[in-house]
């Protein structure tokens, strides 16, 4: 029983003080075995049955391609899913930041690459003391001076680093391809406390372009010049173990490429409405390959108008971005604005029955990653009801 039951139940204050301590009861992990629809809102759910089936689909698609799977836990910041992931059958995960890479490692999750770089001596010293710690550490470089300062702190601290070169797909990361890129893997490779462990491709741009055929033929065209450079490496006599790329829209279109060794899925776990209006190879109008299993609560707090708008608890800083609009599932005709920060504003078309204030409405996310940065914790439901908390420890973990 939480602190609100026992408010509710109309329980007097000495019983409030009679259990020990006030944050013993308010407790997530006193959800379990509650159904869902009692949580108090916004909550973060994740169905655990589709959960478990996007885990195996990805790996089902692939077997027998010979690429991998290192999928970005960016997406969920959990160790806990990341454990889950590596118990799949995943040969290792990626970070974003140097923070969510730490926090994977001190929490069981033994090889992470990070795909982020770091610039500043600092943030280099640190990543060679993760490294210290964690040998399943691997780290991105995109330029020849964070390479050098690489090297010096990985001499410093007495290691030898696994590094890997990212390569520029489009303008926001990676070291142009080409000779620059050539130059940098040789640098790394000459370094003699740095190991060369190959490469970084990721296409983001093509991730959500419709139409699996359409989407295929922009990604295969975009890693052309890396797949150039990778050869200019290979006649160069670098050794490249991995060549990792692609997303959740791409995953399926790798072995076109050679050299290719994994994919660096993050979104296929949970999906959103930005993947879902994707497409893909079998239906060009919805992605049907992984199925949404992130959702929020939202509870009803005002229906002074029920059959214009509802206006629920889950606006802007439950729901992130509002680009697409979350989806009300069984309300598809509901139209959800998640503009204003504590509100969130439907527009109801086409109700299947009347909606009261109280009542819980559940909803796809618009983009999964920045959701999740928002919570604590993430519900794990069965059914409907609580099977697990899942601590998002990496949550905040931006630097
Ligand atoms: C470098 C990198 N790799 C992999 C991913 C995972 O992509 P997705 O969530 O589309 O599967 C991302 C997402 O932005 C990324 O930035």
């Given at each position: 029983?939480?602190?609100?039951?026992?408010?509710?139940?109309?329980?007097?204050?000495?019983?409030?003080?009679a259990v020990p301590t006030v944050r013993a009861v308010s407790r997530a992990e006193d959800w379990i075995g509650k159904s869902k629809w009692e949580l108090e809102t916004p909550a973060l759910c994740v169905d655990l049955d589709k959960?478990?089936?996007?885990?195996?689909?990805?790996?089902?698609?692939?077997?027998?391609?010979?690429?991998?799977?290192?999928?970005?836990?960016?997406?969920?910041k959990c160790p806990a899913l990341a454990r889950m992931q590596m118990k799949a059958g995943a040969v290792g995960v990626c970070a974003a930041k140097l923070s969510e890479a730490e926090t994977m490692l001190e929490n069981g999750v033994?090889?992470?690459?990070?795909?982020?770089?770091?610039?500043?001596?600092?943030?280099?010293?640190?990543?060679?003391?993760?490294?210290?710690?964690?040998?399943?550490?691997?780290?991105?470089?995109?330029?020849?001076?964070?390479?050098?300062?690489?090297?010096?702190?990985?001499?410093?601290?007495?290691?030898?680093?696994?590094?890997?070169?990212?390569?520029?797909?489009?303008?926001?990361?990676?070291?142009?391809?080409?000779?620059?890129?050539?130059?940098?893997?040789?640098?790394?490779?000459?370094?003699?406390?740095?190991?060369?462990?190959?490469?970084?491709?990721?296409?983001?741009?093509?991730?959500?372009?419709?139409?699996?055929?359409?989407?295929?033929?922009?990604?295969?065209?975009?890693?052309?010049?890396?797949?150039?450079?990778?050869?200019?490496?290979?006649?160069?006599?670098?050794?490249?173990?991995?060549?990792?790329?692609?997303?959740?829209?791409?995953?399926?279109?790798?072995?076109?490429?050679?050299?290719?060794?994994?994919?660096?899925?993050?979104?296929?776990?949970?999906?959103?409405?930005?993947?879902?209006?994707?497409?893909?190879?079998?239906?060009?109008?919805?992605?049907?390959?992984?199925?949404?299993?992130?959702?929020?609560?939202?509870?009803?707090?005002?229906?002074?108008?029920?059959?214009?708008?509802?206006?629920?608890?889950?606006?802007?800083?439950?729901?992130?971005?509002?680009?697409?609009?979350?989806?009300?599932?069984?309300?598809?005709?509901?139209?959800?604005?998640?503009?204003?920060?504590?509100?969130?504003?439907?527009?109801?078309?086409?109700?299947?029955?009347?909606?009261?204030?109280?009542?819980?409405?559940?909803?796809?996310?618009?983009?999964?990653?920045?959701?999740?940065?928002?919570?604590?914790?993430?519900?794990?439901?069965?059914?409907?009801?609580?099977?697990?908390?899942?601590?998002?420890?990496?949550?905040?973990?931006?630097?």
């Open positions: 029983m939480n602190r609100r039951h026992l408010l509710r139940s109309g329980a007097a204050f000495g019983a409030l003080f959960l478990e089936r996007n885990l195996t689909a990805v790996h089902t698609r692939l077997k027998g391609t010979g690429i991998g799977v290192r999928p970005h836990v960016k997406t969920h033994p090889e992470v690459l990070m795909t982020g770089v770091n610039v500043t001596r600092g943030k280099i010293l640190r990543a060679m003391e993760l490294r210290r710690k964690h040998p399943g550490f691997i780290q991105a470089v995109d330029n020849e001076v964070m390479a050098a300062d690489l090297q010096d702190a990985a001499r410093a601290l007495g290691v030898v680093a696994d590094v890997v070169v990212d390569m520029e797909v489009f303008k926001r990361s990676g070291v142009p391809v080409g000779m620059p890129a050539l130059r940098l893997a040789q640098q790394v490779d000459k370094s003699p406390n740095l190991k060369f462990r190959g490469i970084l491709a990721y296409d983001g741009p093509s991730q959500h372009i419709k139409g699996h055929a359409a989407r295929k033929a922009q990604t295969l065209q975009a890693l052309a010049p890396v797949v150039e450079t990778r050869e200019q490496m290979v006649a160069a006599g670098l050794n490249l173990e991995i060549f990792s790329g692609a997303g959740t829209g791409t995953y399926d279109m790798m072995d076109g490429v050679p050299g290719f060794t994994d994919v660096q899925v993050g979104s296929y776990l949970f999906m959103d409405c930005q993947y879902l209006e994707i497409g893909g190879a079998g239906n060009d109008l919805v992605y049907e390959d992984f199925a949404p299993s992130l959702t929020v609560l939202a509870t009803i707090i005002n229906a002074n108008h029920p059959s214009e708008t509802l206006v629920t608890d889950a606006g802007s800083k439950a729901l992130t971005l509002n680009q697409p609009p979350a989806r009300v599932i069984g309300e598809p005709g509901f139209e959800y604005s998640a503009r204003s920060d504590e509100y969130g504003m439907i527009t109801v078309g086409g109700a299947t029955r009347e909606y009261r204030v109280g009542e819980v409405l559940e909803v796809i996310v618009p983009h999964c990653d920045p959701v999740v940065n928002l919570y604590d914790v993430l519900f794990g439901i069965r059914g409907d009801k609580v099977e697990s908390v899942l601590p998002i420890l990496g949550r905040g973990k931006s630097q």
